[in-house]
């Protein structure tokens, strides 16, 4: 099968190709993995999705390391193959989604029966790809975490990227205030046509005097919750606009700073901080993932949130869709695809 195999830590933008100089290769004949339990499905994968957390991980960053060599990728969807003598809950044809460690930027995976969600009807097969890890990191953040409520303010650092843009899309969803944080024309007109309350532009200037002025024509104090998956000086300055009893959610640092929050401000002020790292519900509470990836499928296929796919790439232009990511023009989310989405879409009529 067709796989992206990382043979050596290093700068995952450079182009893929057999030699030793360059960290990723494209293997043709990479084995197809074999069913290695009763309860295993084998899955072809459709759509993968590229998540910061990937870019980091071929990079030797990431804070889980992995053996060399390994097929990088997390969440994707795909149809299923074959099942175990034991799986009952998906049988050939299904389309299904999941996430893994490893190993989704390949044609075939394997998964546990426990591991995998059917994809309902309504929901496009390449937006379920994309939804466990950035939509599931928001979700678990804002409606497990912070139990975020009708009527409060939301606060989202980064909005236009894959976690950002899941954070405004679920902040509407759970009715709160929604103020989006930006760089850039392209993606602040875009987070407006979202619908959301308020956008910043940090090429325009800083946080606090726009937001401010927002909170005073709406006749709000300040922010109920602060999603933070940028760090750095933003972070900084956005608790300047925290409410007595706000809460911060730390999702990452995609500035390369980590930031600083002070104790003794927490304190005075009541906040709770809650530090978020997804993928290690996988093996601590479970459940929680389960639960919250039923209940984002429900929400895609009822059209009330909408995964945007800014770009889709072939296995072979992989370092493309890393440069995206690491020069930070993506909107939304950015897809590996071993088919034409076209004919994704019609598997699915």
């Known amino acids: 099968m067709e796989a992206l195999v990382c043979r050596k830590l290093g700068d995952p933008t450079i182009q893929p190709d057999s030699s030793e100089t360059t960290s990723l290769t494209v293997s043709k004949t990479h084995p197809i993995p074999k069913l ?12 993968t999705s590229l998540n910061y957390a990937n870019f980091l991980q071929i990079l030797g960053k990431y804070q889980e390391k992995f053996d060399l060599p390994f097929v990088p ?23 299904v989604c999941s996430f893994a460690g490893v190993g989704s930027f390949a044609q075939f995976i394997v998964a546990d029966e426990k591991d995998l969600y059917g994809v309902p009807e309504g929901c496009d097969l390449v937006a379920a790809g994309a939804l466990p890890v950035a939509y599931g990191t928001s979700h678990v953040a804002l409606v497990h975490r912070a139990n975020l409520k009708a009527g409060q303010v939301l606060l989202v650092l980064g909005a236009a990227g894959g976690v950002g843009l899941a954070a405004v899309q679920i902040g509407k969803v759970c009715g709160a205030t929604v103020i989006a944080v930006a760089r850039g024309a392209e ?22 005097e726009s937001v401010k002025a927002f909170l005073k024509t709406r006749k709000l104090k300040g922010v109920d919750v602060l999603y933070d998956p940028v760090g750095g000086k933003l972070t900084k300055e956005s608790m300047k606009l925290l409410n007595w009893g706000a809460q911060i959610l730390v999702i990452g640092f995609a500035s390369g700073e980590v930031p600083v929050i002070p104790a003794n401000i927490a304190l005075v002020k009541n906040w709770t901080i809650h530090g978020l790292y997804w993928g290690s519900y996988k093996v601590n509470n479970p459940s929680v993932l389960e639960d919250s990836l039923k209940e984002l499928l429900s929400w895609l296929a009822k059209g009330l949130i ?44």
């Open 306 to 349: 909408t995964v945007y796919i800014s770009e889709s790439y072939k296995v072979q232009q992989a370092n493309l869709a890393f440069l995206d990511i690491r020069d930070r023009k993506v909107i939304g989310k950015v897809m590996i695809t071993f088919d034409d989405p076209k004919a994704i879409a019609s598997s699915r009529l």
């Open 36 to 47: 290695n339990t009763p309860s295993s499905v084998l899955i072809r994968v459709k759509a």
């Open 73 to 95: 990728g997390s969440d994707y969807s795909g149809i299923v193959q074959s099942v175990g003598p034991k799986v009952t809950k998906f049988k050939v044809g299904d389309p």
């Open 187 to 208: 993606k602040v007109n875009f987070l407006k046509s979202m619908g959301v309350d308020h956008v910043v532009d940090l090429k325009e200037g800083g946080v606090i």
